[in-house]
């Protein structure tokens, strides 16, 4: 297969793929309009978008980029259940910017309503209306929408491919279709002959792909199963592309030093700089410079030898004067009121409970830092990137050096991580100014760690008031208001220009939405205007809400005198039965009694979010040199579980991630700048204070969900209030090593 890729590769370096010899399959019933993005030369013929079949192999397009979640592996897996192909036959390549891989789930998004709630009708509404994003030209990764945008796509560009095959089978040998059958990646005929699908290559070129329906989930063979990665052998030999790996005729390399305020330079003076080793450039990039050298090493030495004099913040330049300002908008102007249930304003008998909590800025901090290569010839600009939105970036990239959008090639690599932080286009711009500066010179640019950090889009700081009503044991009020910075509103006006009307529903995912059958539920969400760049964060505002919220779910099942579990059950039992469920799972597997002897703490938690409900159940020791997380327990419901080993690797990551960030994860400021640099100041779980995980997948849920992000929301609150158990000390506020003797 190694000229199918090489062909792809090549191609795609001038917007199109060149199938030697071959054909390539789409979608027909989700997809007819969208236009192919692989022209064919002459005497060549291209059918659709995702699908190659040449005489070299079956090559999946993938509308989605790996950042190591197993994507490409459950989009094959998706492809050959239709398609009949041998899974060793399938290679993955990604996909370039195209309107064909638009994203038909995040447009949906926009329905009112918690998803919780969705009927079949409503279901089917959300998906017309993520249609739109075809016309938007919306190619993105994120919001754990890959496999609830393509379970059905992909399986229809499968079953689209077999059907054609087996009709230039039937043209080729003059046999009836219905006596055909597809196996392994061939036809077979009723006398037990093969006809490789390779061998129909010339045939299947003359053949309009027919509207087909979908096997019957009984039928799977591949759906459902673990699959062997794709990517496995490429990453454990370090044959892996990544954009840190790229290597290029004459390349040089290049790093930068951004405005840490975010408001660019004063002056600079790059007198020592530039007659150090190496360096062959300095270009001044208006809000920052960048050094080009013959090495990264040399660069890096260099940036760091000019003296810039920055311009002062235009926000608040400290951390507890941003705290003030996010707490001063809990009295101010409501934005949105999403969750207005009964009268919370009535007098309730019971018990008052009140509760004010806050959450801190937080980094992505990926393994990778950002980095780019970019080659500019003058007319065109070709830019090798791991990235979320490939037409995004290709669109900025093209405004930064002023060429034509079909000017400029997206080559999306694949990615050390992401977490929301590779939707933004700014590293990958700065690699195309810098490649501009210098025609024909490839020109891979990397950034520091520090870098990474202090020029993050960051997970805003969160502040809530809370005030709820317990009686009879059970909640019968909840008051909820939640200030912070809005994620949706910047990043939508940094973006695309302009801001969305209508209430900031994202601001309050993970409280407003949750499944909880009480009577009297308000959620108000009160937004700050300050101008620290903010982004999108694993589980977005839910990382934030599910530790706020599940926290005070907690604090009134104690108020009430009614085991927390059992608590948490009672309110989602008649209110969405899939999401009591997993409470009751995650009982099961935890061996949940409500009781814990001396020296250990348990503590339980629940998110509904993504389309996922989510329970965490997870247990402290207290070692007498520190408290350490032994184990956690997680149960979620996907609706279907199409590879078990990868959701499984999904829900224990999302935990990991959120348990780093509420042990460690704190972005301070000072004098506008972020104070924190690498892991030895921005750490993040190891291995050694790591829990022992056990997974439980439901499919009870009748629509399937997200699997990346859902269990990070509720991972949070399991640790503090396990630490409640263990020690009687509420957590209100993260991260938690500033309040335990955790083990770090």
Known sequence: ???????????????????????AFGVYQINKDAPNPLVARE????????????RDGVTLIAPRAEMGQGVQTTLAALLAEELDVAWEDITVLHGPPAQAYYNSVFLGFAIPGAHYKDTAFKHGLRQQVGKVGKLLDLQATGGSTSMKDFFERMRYVGASARETLKIAASRK?????????????????????????????????HVTPPDVELRDK????????????????????????????????????????????????????DTLAKNMDGVEAIIDLGDGIAVVATNTWFAIQAAGAIDIKWASATYPADTLVLRSAIMASLD????????????????????????????????????????????????????????????????????????????????????GGSFGRRGESDFSVQAAILAKAMPSTPIRMTWTRAEDIKNDFFRPAIAAQFRGVVANGKAVLVDGKIAGPSVFQKSSLRQQGSIPPGPDRLHVEGAADQPYGIQNFRIAGHLTDIDVPVGFWRSVGASANGFIFDTFIDELAHAAGVDPLQFRLELTRSEHSPSASVIDAVCEMSGWTGTTP?????????????GTPVAVVTEVEDTGGGIKINKCWIAADLGVVLD??????????????????????????????????????????????????????LENNPFIGGAGEPSTPPSMPALGNALFDLTGNRARELPLKKTFSLIL
């Open 218 to 269: 009984s039928e799977w063979n591949y759906i459902g199963k673990p699959m062997p990665r794709v990517d496995v052998v490429a990453k454990s030999t370090g044959t892996a592309e990544y954009a840190t790996d790229m290597q290029l005729d004459g390349m040089r390399f290049a790093t930068v030093r951004m405005s840490p305020t975010r408001n660019g330079m004063v002056s600079y003076d």
């Open 43 to 54: 005497g060549e013929v291209t059918l659709n978008p995702f699908v190659l079949i040449t």
């Open 332 to 415: 101010g102007e409501t934005d949105s009121t999403v969750r207005d249930d009964g009268d919370v304003d009535m007098k309730v008998a019971g018990t008052v409970v009140t509760a004010e909590y806050y959450v801190p800025w937080l980094a992505h901090t990926t393994m990778e830092p950002m980095t780019a290569t970019a080659h500019f010839t003058g007319n065109t600009l070709e830019v090798w990137v791991g990235n979320q939105s490939p037409t995004a970036t290709r669109d900025a990239c093209a405004i930064a050096v002023g060429l034509d959008p079909s000017q400029v090639i997206i080559q999306t690599t694949m990615m």
């Open 644 to 697: 078990p080993h990868i959701v499984e690797s999904q829900m224990i990551s999302g935990v990991i991630y959120g348990l780093s960030a509420a042990i460690h994860g704190e972005i301070t400021f000072s004098d506008g700048v972020v104070e924190q640099e690498n892991f030895y100041d921005y750490d993040a779980l190891r291995m050694h204070n790591a829990p022992k995980f056990e997974v439980r997948l």
């Open 1 to 23: 297969m190694t000229s199918v890729r090489t062909i792809a590769r090549r191609t795609f370096l001038i917007g199109s793929a060149a199938i030697v010899g071959g054909a």
């Open 598 to 610: 001396d020296g250990i703490g348990r503590g339980v938690a629940f998110t509904h979010s993504f």
């Open 173 to 205: 040998i003059g046999i009836d279709l219905e006596k055909l059958s597809t196996k392994n990646s061939a036809v077979i005929v009723p006398d037990g002959t093969r006809i490789s699908y390779l061998d129909l290559v010339e045939e299947v070129r």
